[in-house]
């Protein structure tokens, strides 16, 4: 699934999320002052520059790890007024839930080893629930071409894909339910025989973004990963710059 986050930046901070579900600008929430937050704390981790790329692969991933262990150090030192408190979720390495105020807010975004904070509270604030919003969902069917009493042979499949706008993936495809039906109208084919284009399987439904704008220039509907076997064309190597 692919989600959108709105996110803003304030001078050299980092993107910071989550503060326009209280009704508030980013500049509203660093001018609040003693007002304590949730903020969930998530270190750089995934970057790969020249530090990373200058190891062997067998050598990479442990770096990382050491690099981001590094820059906890730093910013426990850094912010020793506050008590980080670990995810203990593995997928999300290393993230923190701290409890701070605006000015520890501007300060941890400003932060070198910080990737992005989360404003999850703030005190005296409620969450304005909104009304939820529809949006662009692609969905993925495999349709069957079927010929009247049609024994042998090779059949037709079609690999299709809807844009629909709805609420969910499942809404996604309930409102497709009457087009579907729709699409497997009956006709005669020059032959006299009935022919059906029939659905058989939704194998996919796929999100494309939450404000349901779709850019004209090039907007991403569908998008699936398969393997192939490895040729000398296929081979790229980032260190190389002919084909980095």
């Known amino acids: 699934m692919r989600r959108r986050r709105r996110t803003c930046h304030l001078g050299d901070m980092v993107s910071i999320t989550g503060f326009e579900q209280f009704g508030l600008s980013l500049r509203q929430v660093s001018a609040l002052r003693n007002r304590i937050m949730k903020l969930y704390v998530h270190v750089k981790t995934s970057e790969v520059g020249r530090d990373v790329l200058a190891r062997k692969p067998s050598e990479r991933e442990a770096y990382r790890r050491a690099r981001a262990e590094r820059w906890v150090r730093q910013l426990h030192k850094r912010f020793n007024h506050l008590s980080f408190k670990r995810s203990p979720s593995p997928a999300v ?9 605006s000015r520890d807010l501007r300060n941890l975004a400003k932060h070198p080893a910080v990737r992005s904070v989360h404003v999850a509270g703030i005190e005296g604030y409620r969450k304005q629930w909104r009304k939820v919003k529809l949006g662009w969902f692609c969905v993925r069917a495999r349709v069957a071409i079927q010929v009247e009493s049609q024994l042998r042979g090779r059949q037709t499949i079609e690999d299709r894909f809807v844009l629909v706008r709805a609420r ?29 284009w029939q659905i058989e399987k939704v194998t996919d439904v796929y999100n494309l973004m939450d404000d349901g704008d779709i850019d004209p220039d090039g907007t991403e509907v569908y998008s699936s990963l398969s393997e192939r076997n490895m040729r000398p064309k296929y081979v790229w190597s980032p260190k190389n710059k002919k084909n980095a």
């Open 93 to 101: 390495y290393p993230s923190f839930a701290v409890r701070a105020n």
């Open 168 to 196: 969910s993936f499942a809404d996604a495809e309930q409102r497709l339910s009457k087009k579907w039906h729709e699409y497997a109208h009956i006709y005669l084919n020059p032959s006299g025989y009935a022919v059906r």
